[in-house]
Nanobody, 117 residues
Framework: QVQLTESGGGLAQAGGSLRLSCAAS????????MGWFRQAPGKQREWVAQ?????????DYADSVKGRFTISRDNAKNAVYLQMNSLKPEDTAVYYC?????????WGQGTQVTVSS
């Protein structure tokens, strides 16, 4: 099995920063991509960012976070991170880590991020 463990969520003021971490453990042969999603109350889960090695390491971001969030990975630790700067109240959501292994999706348990105005 593959298990994802998230950490780093919490409270922040508008304009502040948080760093989310997600570490994968278990039966891991090769990680195709890692990314982050978020879900605010009453809304559907939305994609935030991803980092992939399919065609070399590349990153992609949702327009809503571009220029403020940075995704990175540590292959030795099977970990992915999300550095969130210039936080806005609309960033408040539960953030979920996703790891793609052999075209199969694995999800973290979610970590709450709350941004006050």
């Amino acid at each position: 099995q593959v298990q994802l463990t998230e950490s780093g969520g919490g409270l922040a003021q508008a304009g502040g920063s948080l760093r989310l971490s997600c570490a994968a453990s278990g039966s891991i042969f090769s990680i195709d991509a890692m990314g982050w999603f978020r879900q605010a109350p009453g809304k559907q889960r939305e994609w935030v960012a991803q980092i992939t090695s399919i065609s070399g390491v590349s990153t992609d971001y949702a327009d809503s976070v571009k220029g403020r969030f940075t995704i990175s990975r540590d292959n030795a630790k099977n970990a992915v991170y999300l550095q969130m700067n210039s936080l806005k109240p609309e960033d408040t959501a539960v953030y979920y880590c996703r790891v793609v292994i052999s075209r199969r999706n694995y999800w973290g348990q979610g970590t709450q991020v709350t941004v006050s105005s």
